[in-house]
């Protein structure tokens, strides 16, 4: 049973503009070391940080906290499978509370747009 839908919009160029302001700050304390090193290793890299960050965002809707509660910005990875499917790898006092529910992460970009959807469904 679905239990939240989360969508998320960004503005690749908002992330831009944000990281070239803040630096390794900002990028440090939304990302974890693994998405840092796997963004830094395409073509665009602001556009798939841009993507992490919206699904951060969408998975904070979905689970209905918004960005306060029991997470922080690197207890939400996001990875991918052998096949390049994104996904999430949960850490800390979240990971123990989502444990038996299950995640489902689309990300769609554009030149200028990434958006993701997170949808959250009840655990068994």
Known sequence: MVKGIGVDILEIGRMKRSLDRFGDRMLNRLFTDHEITYCKGKYDS???????FAAKEA???AVATGLRGTFGWKDIEVVNDSLGRPGFRL??????QMNASSL?????????????????????
């Open 91 to 96: 850490h800390g006092p979240i990971a123990e």
């Open 104 to 124: 489902f992460l689309s990300l769609s970009h554009s030149e200028s747009h990434v958006v993701a959807m997170v949808i959250l469904e009840e655990g068994t």
């Open 46 to 52: 602001y556009q798939h940080l841009a993507a992490r």
């Open 59 to 61: 998975f904070s809707k």
